[in-house]
């Protein structure tokens, strides 16, 4: 749904092909997300649509060690507490307020692609032809397998059921961590439903899971299972940790947990799909519409690889940290004792929030390929911040030097250029205060891509790699 947004936005012709029958999730599934993912929808305007229905909080975690980041400079410089269920709700109400066309209740059966596009075979009715097709079919991807796209990675050590059942039984509130994992009882809003996630005895099967296999492994954990009824959702996930060798084959792209899939801890998996859609989006929307050559598509796995086989590596160390045996419990307290130094907690904190995504794009000023901080400017329309700036999804150069130093013509339709002041200081998440520059070429999804330091030095070699070439479009 965030790449049908981003893809709207920049107007192109979007179409989501969706099997279930309306939005509605059965389950609570994911938990939240970190505080970029909030700066990317603040960018776009729709945080406060989130930020209402759910809680902000210190909670991200590595480990057993609370990384407290409410010193890092953001305004969101916290996680916020919210069930995907609500999540997807509110996506999905704001996608209909854009150009984006849904097919609910089809599923895509397969594909063939040719030189000028794909043709989508759906379950229910005729094909669609599209330019490209983007797999976002989650971590059992028919697409991936489809086009042939390798998911190498570890095989699964240990499952967790999930569920959201009720019980005769009053249960303990919380978590409680043992030799197998974490487990976790937890009454929702409602106060009669509870949301179960109890660790398997030994890695259950990929058949989906009943009532009597969480009944067996509550008894085998709380030495009860509390008189479980009436389940409206059992699920199990594993630590199964793979990712896609290539997120793209020709006309088909990879996002979301269809390019990778983890052990949840750290709860980074939404929250690194809807990076990677407004990664993806803007380009192949720019390349959809001409302005950009292909190639400008392979810098969506150079950056958006790198920051996903991170997240998986400080996974599988949260998953081996979760086993509390007597023996791991020495690794965890060593563990504990570094994250909780202030420079240890910042680099930790710095990767879990998505805060400290730096993509690599050479040498040069700090801000290069890192997020444009959300600064409050004043321009000849009056204050504004910068995601305010980023509302429509549309390159920006900010020059804050003195008014008028640049022309943007013939792009002038593709990148907007705004004169504005700004006194305050100049700050990253981890790295701290940096030099401040005298304008920012930054990208629709926030990322900087040309630093000015008083010349306009590299700046249309920039405006050509990332926004094509003047004549284009
Ligand atoms: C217990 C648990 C807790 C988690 N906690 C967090 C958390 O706190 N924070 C966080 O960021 N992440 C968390 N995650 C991870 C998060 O849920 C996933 O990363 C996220 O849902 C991935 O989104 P996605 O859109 O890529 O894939 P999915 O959510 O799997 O969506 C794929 C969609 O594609 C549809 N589909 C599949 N195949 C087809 C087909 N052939 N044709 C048409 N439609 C199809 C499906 O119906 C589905 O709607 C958690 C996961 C689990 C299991």
New binding site residues.
């Given amino acids: 749904m965030m790449l049908a947004a981003e893809l709207a936005l920049a107007k192109v012709d979007v179409a989501v ?4 029958p309306d939005h509605v999730l059965v389950g609570s ?5 970190h505080s970029r993912t909030i700066e990317v929808l603040d960018q776009r305007g729709i945080a406060d649509r989130f930020l209402a229905e759910g809680q902000t909080a210190q909670a991200a975690m590595f480990g057993t060690t609370m990384l407290d980041m409410s010193d890092f400079p953001t305004r969101h410089p916290y996680a916020l507490g919210i069930w ?1 269920n609500k999540i997807e709700r509110i996506m999905a109400a704001w996608i209909t307020e854009l150009p984006v066309r849904i097919y609910y209740g ?3 059966t397969g594909f063939a692609q040719d030189d000028t596009g794909v043709d989508v075979e759906r379950s229910d009715g005729e094909p669609l032809r599209a330019r490209y097709l983007v797999g ?4 059992r991807s ?1 697409i991936r397998r489809a086009a042939g796209i390798e998911f190498p990675g570890w095989d699964p050590t240990k499952s967790t059921l ?1 569920a959201e059942v009720e019980l005769t039984e009053e249960p303990p509130q919380g978590m409680r961590h043992d030799a197998i994992g974490v487990h976790a009882l937890h009454t929702m809003e409602d106060g009669r439903t509870v949301r179960v996630i109890v660790g398997e005895q030994q890695l259950g099967p990929s058949s989906e899971p009943t009532l009597r296999d969480l009944s067996e492994a509550l008894i085998a954990v709380y030495g009860t299972d509390f008189g479980i009824h009436n389940a409206t959702w059992i ?1 199990r ?1 594993t630590d199964m940790t793979r990712q896609a060798a290539a997120y793209r084959a020709e006309r088909v792209l990879l996002a ?3 390019a990778h899939v983890h052990y ?1 801890a750290g ?5 690194l ?1 809807v990076q990677d859609a407004v990664n993806l989006g803007w380009k192949l929307a720019q390349v959809v519409n001409g302005t950009s050559p292909e190639s400008l598509l392979d810098t969506y796995q150079a950056e958006r690889h790198p920051v996903a086989a991170r997240a998986l590596q400080h996974t599988m160390a949260q998953s081996a940290l979760q086993r509390r045996d007597e023996r791991n419990k020495a690794l965890i307290d060593v563990v504990s004792e570094l994250a909780s130094m202030d420079e240890p907690r910042k680099r930790l904190a710095g990767l879990i929030s998505g805060l400290d995504i730096h993509y690599d794009l050479g040498e040069g000023h700090p801000l290069l390929g890192r997020r444009m901080p959300d600064l409050d400017l004043v321009t000849d329309d009056g204050p504004l911040s910068v995601f305010e700036l980023l509302r429509g999804a549309k390159p920006l150069l900010l020059n804050l030097a003195e008014p008028g130093g640049f022309n943007l013509t013939p792009r002038a339709e593709r990148v907007q250029l705004i004169d504005a002041e700004y006194v305050g200081p100049w700050e990253l998440p981890v790295l701290g205060a940096v030099t401040a520059p005298t304008a920012v070429l930054v990208r629709p999804d926030g990322y900087v891509v040309w630093v000015g330091d008083g010349t306009h030095l590299g700046l249309p070699e920039a405006l050509t790699a990332w926004f094509g070439p003047p004549t284009a479009g």
């Fill in positions: 092909v969706e099997r279930r599934r994911a938990g939240g997300f995907q089809s599923e895509v976002c079919d989650g971590g028919a999930i699920s996930f979301g947990d269809s949840p709860g980074q998996g939404l929250s799909g």
